[in-house]
């Protein structure tokens, strides 16, 4: 009878210890984040825009460039006015129109637009403020990682173009 009345009290205690208390709204079951990346959605204004995955990669340049995609699943079209990080502002390339459901990839095979902070010797594992602003949704600020560039990230350029030690302006 001892015996069990033992089993049966470790295997109460055991089901107990394993279970989740605080059932369907757990803190670790809500976790929705699976990137680096920051996940942002405005609705100001009308707007209803999806940042996505977003981050910064730092070059072996100095540089800093922005990863990430920006989606407009508004009826109306709104736009990519500027980036910038402090008093930092990214110089823009590319698609800046966010027409609907047509995103704005930053880096990666798909990539149609860039952002690229010139010589700012951004420091990898650090958290910045990244400000960006568009035309009807209005500014949004959103804190980021800065990534050093490796493994996903390790094919990410400034665009810039080194000289090579050998080479010489013309005279």
Not at 29 to 36: A, E, G, H, M
Not at 52 to 72: H, P, R
Not at 149 to 166: F, L, Q
């Amino acid at each position: 009878m001892r015996r069990a009345i033992t089993i049966t009290s470790a295997l109460v205690l055991a089901t107990s210890l394993t279970a989740c208390g605080a059932g369907q709204n757990a803190a670790s079951r809500n976790i929705t984040q699976v990137t680096d990346g920051v996940e942002v959605t405005i609705t100001e204004n009308g707007s209803k825009i999806k940042i996505l995955n977003m981050l910064i990669v730092a070059t072996e340049t100095g540089d800093a460039v922005l990863v990430g995609t920006i989606i407009n699943q508004g009826a109306e079209t709104d736009q990519l006015l500027g980036v910038a990080v402090g008093g930092n502002q990214a110089t823009l390339t590319g698609e800046n129109l966010l027409k609907q459901n047509a995103p704005i990839r930053f880096e990666g095979d798909s990539a149609n637009a860039k952002a690229v902070f010139f010589g700012v010797a951004p420091v990898a594992g650090r958290h910045v403020k990244l400000s960006l602003g568009f035309a009807r949704a209005g500014l949004v600020t959103a804190e980021v990682i800065i990534r050093d560039k490796r493994d996903d990230y390790k094919n990410i350029t400034s665009g810039t173009v080194n000289a090579s030690p050998d080479s010489q302006l013309p005279e």
